[in-house]
């Protein structure tokens, strides 16, 4: 299920809803690892040059969504940003971002400490970055490439499509609630 954290701190029913982690890409750290390494990675999860990200801004351009990507002023430059949803979309890597219980986050055998290091220090920042947007007012969506291979993706996207339904009527809501 797609993870939401709502800067209205309200529970949505049907969303896994609860501070959702987020972990960065560093490209740097990307570098450093062997070839082997990282396509063992990122094969796993998903076809050749099939971008995750951009799965997602297709399924949402389709549906009629508009955004900016990378927003550079925004904590932790988001992937995709809906500025009509006050809402920023993470697609996080499974192994760079520490995806807690992921099948697909498994620590290589050798210098399993410096990548638990590393990755600690990812999530860490994450975590930091979502905290930041929520203060700010915005919502965060942090969709896990695991939840776009293939078997799931279409469920992930549909969910995906929900919550920002959920996320536009809910702070219209509450606006008019207290308006
Ligand atoms: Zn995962």
Known sequence: MIKYLSSNKIPLSGINFDGADRHRIQDTVMDKMTKEQRSRCMSKIRGRDTKPELLVRKYLFSRG????????????????VLRKYRTAIFVNGCFWHGHEGC???????????FWRGKIERNRERDRTELRLLAEMGWHTIVVWECQLRPAVRRQTLESLDYTLNHIYLEDRRIISRFG
């Open 103 to 113: 099948r697909y986050f498994v620590l290589p055998k050798s210098n399993a400490e």
């Open 65 to 80: 969504y508009r955004y900016r990507l990378n927003s550079p002023r925004l904590p932790g430059k988001p992937d995709i």
